[in-house]
């Protein structure tokens, strides 16, 4: 069989300490897993949690001590970070239990939600769908994936995120509402999941515009930090 054209190449990302590439299969994301953010969203608590999805091909690579050139997207006027772990899973499954979702895991990485907080409000106000709120180019960075037997204390980490040297978002995993175990079941009833599937498990209150010019620098205690610039 012969393809019409080249089919693009798989994304990936590299994995620390390891000449290996973790290949993407697809992005899902949580929206307010933390009961700090969930407020300052207009949510109270422990809601159920929700999801939504970007294309693997949304990934921008950040490499360890090197800093990204990140294009603002089109058709906004305000465009938002949102600081994240990322959750990589090696393995697959469905209607996986709580008790057996980290065996799933293969690691870590940090990451950014990056939004247009404009559409997204719009298509709220609307009722439609937010995909292009959150589903453009570029709308995925991420650092080098660690490997879950690396980084034991994750539960616990320290996340952070400045911009232009100021704080912007701090927290600690530990204050997920749905942690990452609880996270992968409830994924898993909806879909079936499967080795290379990346979750950007929720965002820290703190959420804020950025503009062309703006450096970004994102932490979680253990990973390999992540920085950029707003092109």
Not at 25 to 33: A, L, S, T
Request: glycine share 8%; charged share 15%; aromatic share 8%.
């Amino acid at each position: 069989m012969a393809y019409v054209f080249n089919p693009p190449a798989i994304p990936s990302v590299p994995v620390t300490g390891s000449s290996d590439s973790f290949p993407v299969h697809r992005i899902y994301c949580v929206g307010r897993n933390y009961v700090d953010h969930a407020i300052e969203m207009g949510a109270s608590g422990r809601e159920p949690p929700f999801f939504f999805m970007k294309p693997a091909d949304a990934i921008v690579v950040v490499d360890p001590g090197q800093t990204v050139s990140l294009p603002y997207p089109t058709v906004t006027s305000n465009y938002h970070h949102e600081l994240e772990l990322v959750v990589a899973l090696g393995k697959g499954g469905k209607d996986v239990s709580v008790d057996q979702a980290m065996g799933l895991v293969y690691g870590y990485a940090v990451g950014l939600d990056m939004t247009r907080r404009d559409l997204q409000a719009q298509a709220k106000q609307q009722g439609r769908p937010w995909c292009i709120s959150k589903g453009f180019d570029y709308s995925a960075p991420i650092g080098h994936i660690t490997r879950a037997a690396d980084v034991p204390h994750i539960a616990s980490a320290s996340i952070t995120l400045e911009v232009n040297g100021k704080v912007r978002q701090s927290s600690d995993i530990s204050k997920l509402i749905w942690n990452v175990a609880e996270t992968i079941a409830a994924l898993s009833q909806a879909w079936e999941l499967q080795a290379g599937d990346l979750i950007y498990s929720g965002t820290p209150a703190g959420v804020a515009a950025v503009v062309r010019g703006d450096h970004l620098l994102a932490r979680v205690d253990g990973l390999s930090p992540i920085a950029l610039t707003v092109v």
